[in-house]
Structure formats: structure tokens, C-alpha cells
């Protein structure tokens, strides 16, 4: 939501610009500070200030307010930035996508804006040109809950690219936290034959803040990219509250768990591949390493697919008519029995439907009660022990893939990326 003509008529008649030292006279009191962009949620009538303590306010604009301009802000003159280069280090692929990761912060008026230039994405944490060469772009800038599948297909594409053609050492994708893992698994299940690691990663608190975890997150990510020896998609994020290290997620196995602790991504049913500690990588082992020769795109999807959420009492138009269907069960794989009429009916009608989990942890098994075992009678498939949103992606992938509805449960049961393991580790607290 943009300022309202209102309140930019206010401001164009006193002059008053973006990053000026501006006094606003508002209910007897005059507030001294900084003029900063308006905040696209907040109203359209607002007029932000940052105080000399830091703290930005909101002034009502339709008040009887005065604004006078106090200082102009000092115009530079912008030189381009430069790419360093040095033969002797690796080249990694930083390719932007959009999230809180890539902002940097303008340190006159406390504002954090989208990097929109490869100069600006390179820059925005320029320590990482200790480690290695990057070769960056902007594939698109978007709020992550905005992408679709042909903006993975895109990613998969680039990242082909990077290793084909570039001849890099690693990819490193910015990305927005609330659906990377979503990306992740798309990218695991898409790219074959990785030459080297392909690193999303993301940022809880803008670079503004002081508790900031961008900086940390992608230079531990940048080092993974250059320096590991890593052939498959993983999440790179804080490991706990503090900065003491970071984890590395296998992309298939990663979830957000806390809507905004620093620590919030966790790896699901089994161990994290490894952490990145101090600037040094300690791999725990089980990983897939990188292999020569090119790198294979393989991104063909069937986006007929829904990702449904049992609860009591749902009924049986809750259940779409889609080609795919991945359900959240309860516990060990149910729904109510009063469904399963419903989910004869679409499977008899062509529709696929695979089981899975609310519980997160552990894995799906429909033999124990009689409800799983007229679920598995009627048709459904058993998601193991696959993450609920990874099943969903892989469904996508299966579908575009089988020959027939039989071919489709071989691939789901398939351990294609490391999505499926033979025994289930809990380890909630990794």
C-alpha cells in the first residue's frame, strides 16, 4: 500500500523528501527525525519517522500537523560497485530470489530495501568476497509465498546453467524463509547429477535489526557453496538462538518450526548433514557427494495436486477433485471413516491420494487400526516417513513422470532425494 495523495501533497509542499531531518508538529509536541519510505502495511494516511533513538514511529497525516524540513539529505554520488575477482579461490553462483536475506540496509535513513542488481545482492554482506568469487543475478523478486511451480522450474534452470556453463563450485539461493523448504525439495527432486552443493537460504530478522541473522546465514551458506564437497539441495540457517554455528538441512528433509526464532528450521526424522562452525564445515556423514560431468534438469510437474489438512468433522466436499491429493492424517495415518466412501470415489475416478502425518515427526503406518487398513484396501498410498509439504512436491513430480497410477505409488515409495528413510530418527531438538 503506497502513501495516499493526500499525505504526498502534504510532503511536496514542504519540500520534504525520503531521508530529510524533518520536525513534524503534531498535538502541541514537535517530533524531530528522519523521513523514512512508507512501510507497504501500514496505512495509507501514515507518515513514518526514524527518532535519533533508532525507533521508527508513525504520525497520523490527516491531523493538523506542520512539517518543516530540517535538513536535506546529503545526495552522494554513486559509484559502481565492482565484482572482485581472484583466481585463486572458487566461483560460486549466488542467484536472488527475493526475502528478507537479500536487503541491505541504508545506514542515513535506517531503511532496508530489496537488493535489486547483482551489485547489490553481492554487496549486501561483502565479507563473502573473502571466500571465494561470486557470479550473481536476480532470477526474480518476490514475497516466497508467491511462488509457483514455474518459478522452481526457473531456479532449476539457473542452477543448471550456473554448474554447466559457469563452471562454479556451488549455488547459493537467497530465498524467502516461510516457504523454502517447499523450494528446496522441488530443487532435490528436479536436479540430477549435482557437480556441487545448491544452498537456499534465508534470514528470520532484516538486516536492520541487531539481532540480524542474514549476515551469518549466508556466509555460512557462501562457504558450504565454495568449500564443501556436497552433490545434493540443502538449507543452510542458524542452528541456535545465538551465533555460535549453523546447520546445513538436506532440502527434503528441512521445516520452518517457529515463525520467527533464528533457530527455526529444524531437519525432520533424521540428523542434520552437518554445521558450520567459526568459518569450518564438519560434515556428519550420509550425504551425497558431488560427481562430475553435467548437471541434468529433470522439472517436469503435474500441479493438479492439493495438500489437504484432516480435522474432525471435515466433510466429503472437503475433498477436492484433483489428479493428486496428499493428505494430513492423523497419528499413524487416519481420517474419519465417514471419508472414506469420499476417497473411493476419487481414486475410482483416477485421482491419486497419499497419506501423511499432522504429527511431523515419525512415520505413517495405516496396518495398525482398521481405518489405515481400509484407507491402504481402498487404494491410498503410504507417504513413509516424508515430510507433508515434500510429499505434495514429490506427488507433482511423480504424476508428471508415471506411466499409470501403479507407476506413480513405485516413485512415491522411491527414495529419490533422501525424502524416505529406512529407519526414522527422532531428533527434535537438532
Request: hydrophobic content about 40%; aromatic content about 6%; overall charge positive.
Amino acid at each position: 500500500m503506497s502513501r495516499s495523495k493526500f499525505i504526498e501533497n502534504i510532503l511536496r509542499n514542504a519540500n520534504a523528501e525520503e531521508g530529510d531531518l524533518v520536525e513534524i508538529e503534531v498535538d502541541d509536541e514537535k517530533i524531530k527525525g528522519v523521513l523514512m519510505p512508507h512501510h507497504e502495511f501500514s496505512d495509507k494516511n501514515i507518515i513514518i519517522v526514524k527518532l535519533s533513538n533508532g525507533y521508527n514511529i508513525g504520525i497520523d497525516g490527516r491531523k493538523d500537523i506542520k512539517i518543516r524540513v530540517l535538513e536535506k539529505k546529503k545526495k552522494k554520488a554513486v559509484k559502481k560497485k565492482v565484482i572482485p575477482f581472484d583466481p585463486a579461490k572458487p566461483t560460486v553462483s549466488v542467484i536472488g530470489t527475493g526475502g528478507t536475506i537479500a536487503c541491505y540496509v541504508d545506514y542515513r535513513t535506517g531503511a532496508v530495501h530489496p537488493a535489486t542488481s547483482a551489485e547489490d545482492l553481492s554487496f549486501s554482506v561483502p565479507e563473502i568476497f573473502d571466500i571465494c568469487n561470486v557470479k550473481a543475478k536476480i532470477a526474480f523478486q518476490m514475497l516466497s509465498e508467491n511462488l509457483k511451480v514455474s518459478h522452481w522450474q526457473t531456479l532449476a534452470r539457473e542452477v543448471a546453467n550456473a554448474f554447466n556453463n559457469e563452471r562454479v563450485s556451488g549455488v547459493v539461493i537467497p530465498h524467502g524463509t516461510d516457504t523454502m523448504g517447499y523450494t528446496s525439495a522441488a530443487l532435490s527432486f528436479m536436479l540430477k547429477n549435482l557437480s556441487g552443493p545448491v544452498v537456499l537460504v534465508g534470514a528470520q530478522r532484516s538486516s536492520d535489526r541487531p539481532s540480524s541473522d542474514a549476515a551469518q546465514n549466508l556466509l555460512s551458506a557462501v562457504t558450504v557453496a565454495a568449500k564443501s564437497d556436497l552433490g545434493e539441495v540443502v538449507v543452510v540457517m542458524h542452528g541456535e538462538i545465538s551465533d555460535t554455528f549453523t546447520y546445513i538441512h538436506r532440502g527434503t528433509r528441512v521445516r520452518k518450526m517457529h515463525t520467527s526464532r533464528r533457530d527455526a528450521f529444524k531437519t525432520i526424522n533424521e540428523k542434520p548433514l552437518g554445521k558450520i562452525e567459526y568459518g569450518r564445515i564438519e560434515l556428519t556423514g550420509g550425504y551425497r557427494g558431488k560427481t562430475s560431468g553435467k548437471v541434468v534438469v529433470d522439472d517436469k510437474m503435474d500441479d493438479d495436486v492439493a495438500l489437504v489438512y484432516f480435522y474432525p468433522g471435515m466433510k466429503e466436499q472437503d475433498l477436492p477433485d484433483k489428479k493428486g491429493l496428499v493428505i494430513m492424517g492423523t497419528g499413524l495415518g487416519h481420517i474419519s471413516t465417514d471419508l472414506i466412501k469420499r476417497i473411493r470415489e476419487l481414486i475410482d475416478n483416477g485421482s491419486v491420494i497419499v497419506m501423511t502425518s499432522q504429527c511431523i515427526f515419525g512415520r505413517v503406518n495405516m496396518r495398525v487400526y482398521s481405518n489405515g487398513r481400509e484407507l491402504l484396501k481402498a487404494g491410498v498410498i503410504s507417504g513413509e516417513d516424508m515430510l507433508p509439504e515434500v510429499a505434495y512436491v514429490k506427488l507433482m513430480w511423480a504424476l508428471a513422470h508415471a506411466k499409470d497410477r501403479d507407476d506413480v505409488a513405485k516413485i512415491m515409495h522411491t527414495n529419490i532425494a533422501g525424502e524416505i528413510s529406512g529407519r526414522t530418527i527422532y531428533t527434535p531438538f537438532l
